[in-house]
């Protein structure tokens, strides 16, 4: 690798050297992070242990750069990793350092000292230290528990899918994964009409647009480009927008596909039970599943997503919302936050806007969700690891998109502790024990 980073697919009408310098940066970063877990993973003893497993893996792809960009990556890298961390530092204590010391009595200087040891021994970038709550235990042994997203996206994933089991189902296309769904039996949100390139690809009959819409992006990710279309008298309004007929609105978004496709689907909702914590948005769970040994999917991980303040079109973490991690056993959610990367909003109980109580709330229909999400998996079952997005509707969980790289930091964040040592750790040590890798360096 020198990089391993999670390659974005390049979509041929959007302009590409913005998408390549969006790259050759997400690998920079994820260089410079997965530097000393590569260099320490050179001496660690070969032992059949999940994190010695999939590390030794990483430090071997790491040194072997594949093509001169990722050479490119891995030279610069070695230059400016001092540089970058130090800034990183600086940044992330001036926004956290002193709600941390208040709320954890570690002030900052030992902060500063906290995160310098953590990346040299850990590879840990200071937002991470503040996302997982490394301050907490700053120890490095509970550090290496965590598997950072060089690792995971940037590292193991990237490895799982260009082995020889390459994957070949759709994902990243939402358009394409939900007629794949449909044509499974698998319950998923419909799609009401694509528009790529200028032009109207599928339309659905045209009662279904007498309703509220969401749009967005066919390859968009986070809950970026998202929109909520509300409907009344015919007419369709988005925020602050004018009212639009619906040929107007079908010229619009005709327009806005010359630089990317758009879908659009029903505005569903939540069971009445999720009302009070979706803030108006859909409310829904990230449920991770990964192949386990014999090949059949395993849950592994959920949490909760609900939106806060202003935000009422979309639930994603990296448009500001929070979340809860869900119990496998009982599906009770546990206590609330954002991302950490900001550790003003801390721990809640209860939902900032409503008041409703988070913490120790069971979620309706919690069987059928993991099982929903299982029989995803298994008609998926090219891919070792999918994160899946599912909506609890009145009528029980619906799903709304997978993820073939999912950012596991959502996942460590809201369990609070790593998942190297856990069962996923294990599950991807044994994919990754099967794959042929270059011999160390």
Known sequence: MASLAGQVPIPANRPQIKWRLKDFGRGLTYDIAGLPIAVRALFERNVNRPDVVIRRAYARHFWHPRDLNELAQLALALLIWPFVVIVLEAVFVIKNGRAVARSSKRPIHRQLVDQARLYLTSGVLPPWYYIFELYRQPEGRCARDYIYRWESKGGVMRLLREGDRAPSSELNDKADFAEYCRSRGIPVVSTLAVFRDGRLDMLA???????????????????????????????????????????????????????????????????????????????????????????????????????????????????????????????????????????????????????????????????????????????????????????????????????????????QRFIRHGLMPARLGELLAFHVSQLELPAAA
């Open 205 to 411: 009959d045209s009662r279904a647009f007498d309703a509220n819409l969401f749009v967005k992006p066919v390859l968009g990710r986070g809950g970026k480009g998202a929109e909520r279309w509300d409907f009344a008298n015919g007419l369709y309004h988005c925020g602050r927008s004018k009212w639009f007929t619906r040929e107007e609105l079908f010229k619009l978004l005709k327009e806005r596909s010359h630089s990317g496709g758009v879908m659009i689907q029903p505005r569903l909702s939540n069971d009445r039970a999720l009302n009070r914590f979706n803030n108006h948005a859909l409310s829904t769970v990230r449920v991770l599943t990964c192949l386990d040994e014999s090949g059949e999917p395993e849950v592994v991980g959920a949490a909760m997503r609900m939106a806060i303040g202003r935000n009422h079109t979309v639930d994603n973490l990296h448009a500001g919302g929070i979340a809860a991690a869900v119990d496998l056993e009982t599906g009770r959610l546990g206590p609330a936050s954002n991302l950490g990367a900001n550790s003003k909003l801390g721990w809640v109980n209860r939902h900032p806007n409503t008041g409703a109580r988070i913490n120790g709330t069971k979620l309706p229909f919690w069987n059928e969700v993991q099982n929903l999400a299982l029989a995803a998996h298994r008609s998926f079952d090219d891919r070792v690891i999918v994160g899946w997005d599912i909506a609890i509707a009145p009528g029980g969980p619906i799903l709304i998109e997978g993820n073939g790289s999912p950012d596991l930091d959502i996942m």
